[in-house]
């Protein structure tokens, strides 16, 4: 297949050796000025993906980012912040990158190219069709995750992708393709910088709209955050204050005594 890969297309800026400090920064900047724009052209697409998520959610189904280098890293970013953020089980979303979990920290050689492995490590995961399975990869064009994803589909599981690249191969595979061209990157080639930066912001609309819908926001709130840490307990006590008439250390106790700002506001309505 022809496509022009624009993630790999020349930087319209030259000698980027020569500039200053303050002009690399600002360069980068205006660069990255135009991501949220190009995120913004996508919306009719991510919303099909994220109503099938809910839905599939709703029947007991989990949600799965499968990538390489910098766009698997993103994908487990994103998954492991949402049991804490919104106390959601840990195998609700899960983040998978080629090569297995030392990929996260490093490089490992030819993971990306392996196109049987995606389909052996999900099944590792007792993927099933209740599931849905997100494919990321700003080229568009990475085996591991092209063969996940036409895996999936021959088993009869929703396959949604993110990619920076317009008529890639795996935006042809997935059931819900979410393309963001971002355009030419600042040091050539270097797609950890503006794609990275729309996948990331991508992930964070599809998880976020996807938790709110399943009821795990309430107002603005994340009532159901785990308190893991002091600050998170104050932030728990201060939503309690907000949502019903008492001191700091009576929302304290319930706090502790309940162990989410969801019960202890409803246990105290009661």
């Known amino acids: 297949m022809n496509f022009i890969k624009t993630t790999e297309q020349s ?9 200053s400090v303050a002009e690399l920064l600002q360069n980068i900047n205006n660069e990255d000025k135009t991501v949220p724009l190009a995120v913004e052209k996508t919306l009719p697409q991510i919303e099909p993906l994220v109503t099938k998520i809910v839905e599939k959610m709703k029947l007991g189904g989990r949600l799965f980012y499968i990538g390489a280098g910098t766009s698997g890293r993103l994908g487990i970013v994103d998954a492991s912040e949402c049991p804490p953020t919104f106390g959601v ?11 297995g979990d030392k990929a996260i920290r490093r490089a490992v050689e030819n993971a990306e190219d392996n196109t049987t492995q995606a389909w052996l490590d999900l099944q590792e995961q007792n993927i099933s069709s209740t599931d849905v399975v997100i494919g990321i990869a700003a080229s568009g064009t990475t085996p591991y995750v092209i063969k996940g994803l036409e895996k999936c589909n021959e088993n009869n ?15 042809l595979v997935a059931n819900f393709p979410i393309v963001v061209v971002v355009g030419p990157e600042f040091v050539t080639g270097s797609s950890r910088m503006k794609a990275g930066t729309a996948q990331k912001l ?19 709130k994340m009532v159901d955050m785990q308190l893991s840490n002091d600050k998170l ?9 907000s949502e019903i008439t008492v001191s700091y250390d009576e929302a304290a106790i319930l706090l502790s005594k309940y162990g989410s700002v969801r019960k202890a506001v409803d246990n105290y309505n009661l």
Not at 89 to 99: K, Q, R, S, Y
Not at 205 to 210: A, E, F, H, L
């Open 11 to 19: 930087s319209k800026y030259e000698h980027l050796e020569k500039m």
């Open 89 to 99: 089980p840990f195998d609700l979303v899960n983040g998978i990158i080629a090569g």
């Open 157 to 171: 599981i929703v396959t949604g992708c993110i990619t920076c690249n317009e008529g890639s191969p795996l935006a």
């Open 202 to 220: 991508l992930l964070n609309m599809i998880s976020t709209t996807t938790m709110i819908q399943l009821g795990k926001v309430k107002g603005n």
């Open 233 to 241: 307990v104050d932030r728990g006590v201060k939503m309690i204050m």
